[in-house]
């Protein structure tokens, strides 16, 4: 294994896996001229509702309309409280902001990057309507302690589709669902996204608000609908997700094997979760940005893996865990389309900057 300086182009932090698979499913779409919403969607619905065992899917363009849906069709509205990660993607704060709901940060828990349930419990007040729970770079979070809370849950899977909990799939557990099949998620329909669940009340209320031809009443609705050129793309996808897990799942052994000796903190997997390895995260003693600086002179992007923590957006303090994790955490490149050569790289470059 070589500790030079990078030979060749830099690894990206991110890059999708796209083969002729996919290629062959958008340009038989393409030839069917059946573009817009249609079968397809439908199919890529049914076959994400069978693997996760829940009742039906409504495909959307983008997991933050998806989230949008569901908080309708939980009936949140103006001046109810959501509780969701304070460490955790923008979006969900505007589709919170975008039904006139209050957001209630809650810190991560001490050992893992997820929603902390007891802050959560200290967070819940009366005109609290549901929790958020994110499971964060693909470790499931503590979903029995959070059920415990009695709030309907929304899972968010983005980062998961895969993981287990206790044996049942992410996104199966909560009241609802969803998922973003953005570029660089673990399945992708370019940008995309799905909502989950075995409610049909909640279903109905996703595909009516979905689209806005053909309604009744003036009630406001949105164009969030998903086209059957991505929903043939997602289920090329799904077909290989299996395989991208199992390659995902090796090259976390191997991270794990060589980082291991070094004083960082490796992504868990607590007995009952099956993670999938969306990111490998680890924090070390010092700021991420000399990590990140280090890792890019050896040709490896490195990212901090949430862009801002939400109570920074807010003007908020008092979340200790989410702070040192915004300052320390490092996101290393691990998709299934790094080479073994690659992996080698990262490696090498891992060893050079955390040591
Ligand atoms: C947990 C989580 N929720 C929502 C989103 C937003 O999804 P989209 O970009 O498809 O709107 C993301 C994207 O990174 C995410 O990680």
């Given amino acids: ?75 949140v509205g103006e001046g109810d409280e959501v509780l969701l990660p304070t460490y955790a993607c923008s979006a969900l ?24 349930p007891e802050a959560a419990r200290r967070a819940c007040s009366p ?30 899977g983005a980062q998961a589709l895969g993981a287990l909990y206790r044996g049942r799939p992410v996104g199966s557990i909560g009241e609802v669902a969803f998922f973003s099949f953005y570029a660089t998620k673990l399945i992708t329909t370019g940008e995309g996204g799905m909502l989950l669940s075995s409610n049909e009340r909640i279903l109905s209320v996703g595909r009516d608000l979905r689209e806005y031809d053909k309604k009744e009443d003036d009630r406001a609705r949105f164009n969030y609908k998903m086209t059957d050129l991505q929903a043939a793309l997602g289920l090329a996808q799904l ?40 990111r490998y995260v680890v924090e070390g003693p010092l700021p991420a940005e000399h990590y990140l600086s280090r890792l890019r002179a050896l040709g490896v992007e490195a990212r901090r893996p949430v862009f801002r923590p939400l109570h920074r957006y807010l003007g908020l303090t008092g979340f200790p865990r989410a702070e040192a994790a915004w300052e320390n955490a490092v996101s290393l490149p691990l998709y299934p389309s790094l080479r073994d050569e690659e992996i080698d790289r990262v490696v090498a470059a891992a060893l050079q900057s955390f040591r």
């Fill in 1 to 75: 294994m070589s500790t030079s300086a990078p030979s060749a182009l830099p690894i990206p932090h991110s890059r999708p896996s796209l083969g002729e698979e996919e290629q062959h499913a958008v340009a038989e779409t393409l030839r069917s001229g059946l573009i817009a919403q249609g079968a397809r969607v439908a199919a890529f619905e049914q076959e994400m509702a069978r693997r996760l065992g829940v009742g039906g899917g409504v495909a959307t363009s983008s997991g933050t309309a998806a989230l949008h849906l569901a908080l309708q069709a939980l009936n």
């Fill in 93 to 116: 704060l505007h589709a919170v902001r975008a039904v006139r709901a209050v957001p209630r940060l809650v810190d991560s828990d001490p050992l893992s990057f997820n929603i902390d």
């Fill in 127 to 156: 005109k609290a309507k549901a929790l958020i729970v994110v499971h964060s770079f693909g470790l499931p979070a503590e979903l029995d302690a959070l059920r415990d809370l009695g709030l309907p849950l929304i899972e968010a």
């Fill in 239 to 278: 077909e290989q997700l299996p395989g991208f897990l199992r390659r995902r799942q090796a090259i976390a052994s191997r991270y794990q094997e060589h980082l291991q000796p070094l004083s960082l903190r490796l992504p868990l997997a607590p007995p009952g979760r099956t993670p999938v390895y969306y």
